[in-house]
């Protein structure tokens, strides 16, 4: 255990994200664009909290990833001496085996069968948690957020694509990164990029329901935000967009209601900041759907943007337990 | 430990059915016609196995099924005095909320919130186990049968209706008794008894497909197994409703696969013994529906129409561990 020093002159940063007191741990999230990174002092408390660019993808790319995690391990190090961080925590998009510590895939960052935890052990002399970015978000919304009252809970993020994490009886369930791929379960016959038929995310997703509304309308929109909107203001193309997107999610969490029965839905992502114009009509088509399945909950996230780096920083904690 | 007697003469049932060494149980499989018992012997050898009729629904039904279950038990134990059961296993359809001990629902035996396990308890002396008949074959399944090398698996049971069970990193995953629904999942518009629309099992149950058949061919058939051989006979009607039916199956597979990632998907009841006519378009089906996702393996259960009754007699040993 370290002394807090949150307080110190010239310490604060913009933007303070909190696990609660414990060790202090250093935590990574890095996405297709950008890493985010903190140090987590005894308090729980992050310093130097920040984006920074992630290398671009390439042959050598995880090689470059690791170098420059350490590099900023260093500088947060170098900035926050008495907070000494024993362990590291790193999450990573894509399909992740956790208990292997492989990054199996991932698109974006154009790598399969990385031996990422490997790597970071060996360079990082303390010990590495290694995960999945949304699983770990998923595990910070338990721990922290919306769903730390449920043992039985589903994450979904809903943005560019649509990600999901599943909280089965307490624990995270990975099923060696292949499990929670709710983005890509099928539920229709439309096309979608992953070369399946009836994803979810090609008709659910925001950037789904603006690319749909701009190609229908011929226009450009102010994102799903956008389409929302004209939806409300009785625009029919708008209006039909947004209601397919609210079907499709209702018929996927119908099917998760019948098949897991999660207490608690925890909805975050960019389109989640919709508010009552996405949970109220989800909520009333989701029960509309089902007959004496048990409902579940649908609440917003919690923690904002930062989940899956404060999941990061949980799971290095875990790493010392 | 008893001294197994399977050998001595008149002992040998007309069937046997083995769980394997251990403590002598009962065990007890209640549907909504008949009742499965047998006393399972140190080697684990059934004893007496026999089906019963249930004693009729109505307002005193829990009560008369435990009378009934006792008599039988009573008739076990006269039976075979050289394997005195230590435990009692009791499973039951419906909704079952196996850690609170009770029947939250069946339509068939007409009960709510029925106490089962302590009734049980109350009128028999030993550790009782009492859970959900699916799950408990979904674990028989496991610990002898198809998902034996499986953590994770889906067990289907495809007959009058389509239910399920979840096999989670090693445990039956039962959320109160509401997961596995995987027949009253929704994949489409289609009314459904239950009242919700679009069901599994509204198109792809055995049942189903053979009253959809006789709705639109307007004659009677040999139920499914008789619309299959209709099909592969190249009959119009019989061709689109078995289709019909391997795709809604495909469906929900393939959403089970995207979300929950089974090793292993283990399906039995009447359906199954259509062999190859039905696990190798359904295997071909599921492949086609999906892209990067890691494919389960299909394969029929194992343990016959007896694994309820096996999975309550491990589940009685369980109780006794």
């Given at each position: 255990m370290h002394a807090p020093d949150?307080?110190?002159?010239?310490?604060?940063?913009?933007r303070t994200a909190t696990i609660g007191p414990g060790r202090a741990v250093l935590a990574f999230d890095v996405g297709g664009t950008d890493i985010k990174s903190a140090l987590f002092d005894a308090t729980g408390a992050s310093r130097g909290l920040r984006r920074t660019p992630t290398p671009a993808?390439?042959?050598?790319g995880a090689h470059r990833l690791v170098d420059r995690v350490a590099e900023l391990a260093e500088e947060l190090r170098a900035q926050h001496p008495d907070a000494v961080p024993e362990a590291v925590g790193l999450v990573v998009p894509g399909i992740v085996d956790a208990d292997e510590g492989v990054?199996?895939?991932?698109s974006n960052l154009d790598?399969?069968?990385?031996p990422l935890r490997a790597l970071m052990s060996a360079r990082f002399g303390v010990p590495v948690a290694f995960d999945h970015d949304v699983r770990a978000a998923g595990w910070a919304e338990r721990r922290l957020g919306?769903?730390?009252?449920?043992t039985d809970a589903v994450m979904l993020i809903i943005g560019t694509g649509i990600a999901g994490a599943l909280l089965i009886d307490g624990r995270m369930h990975a099923a060696g990164g292949y499990a929670g791929e709710i983005g890509h379960a099928?539920?229709?016959d439309w096309p979608c990029s992953c070369g399946a038929?009836?994803?979810?995310e090609a008709v659910a997703s925001a950037g789904a329901i603006a690319r749909r509304y701009t190609e229908a309308a011929g226009t450009a929109v102010d994102g799903a935000r956008g389409v929302i909107a004209l939806a409300a203001a009785g625009e029919g193309t708008a209006a039909r967009i947004w209601e397919e997107a609210l079907d499709a999610l209702a018929l996927a969490l119908a099917q998760l209601t019948a098949v897991l029965a999660p207490r608690t839905v925890v909805i975050g992502g960019g389109?989640?900041?919709?508010g009552d114009a996405l949970f109220a009509p989800l909520r009333a088509r989701l029960a509309a759907r089902l007959s004496f399945h048990r409902l579940p909950d649908l609440v917003p996230a919690?923690?904002?943007?930062?989940a899956g780096l404060l999941g990061s920083a949980l799971l290095a904690r875990d790493a010392l337990t």
């Open positions: 949150a307080g110190a002159p010239g310490s604060v940063p913009a993808p390439g042959p050598d990054a199996v895939f991932s790598w399969r069968d990385v919306a769903a730390r009252e449920s099928p539920i229709g038929r009836g994803c979810l389109l989640s900041r919709a919690e923690l904002s943007e930062d």
